[in-house]
């Protein structure tokens, strides 16, 4: 027994060596693309199955959009299945509005399923829109329009111009950096007022650090309870006005079976994640233009 | 005692100017966004009005210089910063919705906020420098002394603002904050008695 200790530690160790390889040197990952934008390092890497879009190098960490080589179709990140969850809410949009393009995943998926929809695309980054366009397919149209912008730029002047959009997806955030004026009350107000009467707002966020809580009771005193999605990223669906009910959430589910079937995944057991349980603490600081140190509160455990 | 003083004003007005430069990228984001360009606005009229000031507060230390009148530039820069906090967000708003190109929009907001309080703050170092240099063979050191705590100032202002204020205070909050030390430190100098001259 004594004997078979250290044999056993040696095996768990040299386990752990080559798993540690195989982070740090995926299998035939090649790099397609590398660039310096004027905000970030972008790489584009692709092995036997996926080709996805990095802002680090090696992709360890930050990969921001991934398709699939054989079937581009399938959505490869869980967290792009969890944003469609707000057309349980919403299931026939007209007018979207997404900030922050990535691979551009979510406008070409939005696009298939709904192919009425004006899809409007705000992107800080026009390298970003770039790659997107050449190694992911991405490729605006009538019903897509991409615009180079600030988010929190476009959405004021959207709200002065009188815009109304029925979804508006944010999806701006990125682990190592967030724009910390794209995580305020005031910003939140300001979507809100963008949306239709009962639109919805589907934000792409974060489930861990301390800002998980901060993060919480800042949509919370803009929408008021929304329903929180997770699955290591959080996804955050909140309505203006009441938040349509699961029953209703349940009811409109259906009619996606089939569509999401089609994307590789199950719209039933996305429905399964829907919940409004708040597990945070309700007594965090609210973030404002005056008050958002996101990054610091990300950076910090909870 | 006197001289002490005149390295305490010269690192602070240096803590000063750049806790001022990294709110002012806080304050513009909700308006402007936070692209590069922003970022760019700001730097450049700091850069611009810091080296005017410089130029200027070498000037003043020809006429008549005293303790007195370095304590009155540094309570000038600090009152120039109220409209910042009084009415910085009604201009800010209205400029970012004219339709100006955003880099100039931000370009002239900054200017418009910032120019000002951190033109007088680039007085004080030069006109400091004159205070405390008695003769020629001193002065390159008594310059490189100021030199010295200014950006000492300057780099803990950074810090200091950026890692741990904005995780405590609201940038208004920060901002009255460093008001009320220039306010403290600027009467103290001023209340001095000019005799004690070295």
């Given amino acids: 027994m004594r004997a078979a200790t250290p044999r056993r530690a040696i095996g768990a160790a040299a386990g752990l060596l080559s798993a540690l390889l195989t982070v740090a040197a995926p299998a035939q990952q090649r790099l397609l693309h590398s660039e310096k934008s004027l905000y970030r390092d972008i790489f584009v890497y692709e092995d036997a199955t996926t080709r996805c879009l990095c802002f680090t190098r090696q992709c360890v960490i930050g990969r921001q959009s991934c398709q699939d080589v054989k079937q581009p179709r399938r959505l490869v990140f869980e967290y792009t299945q969890m944003m469609l969850g707000a057309l349980y809410l919403q299931p026939d949009p007209r007018s979207i509005l997404i900030i922050g393009l990535g691979g551009g995943t979510l406008p070409r998926t939005l696009e298939r399923l709904l192919p009425d929809a004006d899809i409007d695309v705000v992107e800080i980054d026009p390298a970003v829109v770039r790659v997107a366009q050449q190694y992911f397919g991405f490729a605006p149209d009538a019903h897509v329009h991409v615009i180079e912008q600030d988010g929190r730029v476009y959405v004021n002047h959207a709200v002065h111009s009188g815009a109304h959009y029925q979804l508006i997806m944010l999806d701006a955030y990125e682990h190592q950096y967030i724009p910390e004026h794209l995580l305020t009350r005031e910003f939140l107000g300001a979507v809100r007022s963008l949306l239709q009467p009962a639109g919805i707002v589907a934000a792409n966020t974060f489930s861990s650090s301390r800002l998980y809580q901060n993060e919480s009771v800042t949509y919370r005193s803009v929408f008021g309870e929304f329903y929180n999605l997770k699955s290591g990223n959080r996804i955050i669906l909140a309505a203006n006005g009441p938040l349509p009910s699961i029953a209703e959430a349940t009811r409109n589910s259906r009619r996606f079976n089939a569509p999401f079937e089609e994307l590789g995944f199950s719209a039933q057991a996305l429905l399964a994640r829907f919940g409004t349980h708040a597990d945070w603490d309700p007594a965090a600081r609210v973030l404002t233009d005056q008050y958002s140190p996101a990054n610091l509160l990300n950076g910090s455990t909870p | ?198």
């Fill in chain 2, 1 to 198: 005692m006197y001289r002490s003083t005149l390295y305490l004003i010269a690192g602070w007005s240096g803590f000063f100017v750049m806790g001022i430069e990294l709110l002012g990228g806080r304050l513009l984001a909700p308006y402007f966004g936070s692209s590069i360009y922003v970022w760019g606005a700001i730097i450049t009229v700091f850069m611009l009005a810091l080296s005017l000031g410089y130029l200027c507060g070498g000037r003043a230390s020809l006429y008549a210089p005293s303790l007195r009148r370095l304590a009155t530039i540094l309570l000038a820069a600090a009152l120039a910063t109220l409209p910042v906090l009084l009415g910085g967000d009604a201009l800010l708003e209205r400029l970012s919705l004219t339709a100006l190109d955003p880099r100039f929009g931000s370009l002239t907001a900054a200017g418009l906020l910032f120019f000002v309080p951190t033109f007088i703050s680039g007085m004080v170092s030069p006109y400091a420098v004159r205070l405390l240099v008695a003769d020629r063979i001193s002065a390159g050191d008594g310059a490189g002394r100021l030199y010295f705590v200014s950006t000492f100032g300057s780099a803990a202002g950074t810090l200091l603002t950026s890692f741990y204020l904005v995780l405590y205070l609201e940038v208004n909050q920060i901002l009255l904050l460093m008001l009320s030390v220039s306010a403290l430190l600027g009467l103290l100098a001023w209340l001095r008695p000019a005799t004690v001259a070295a």
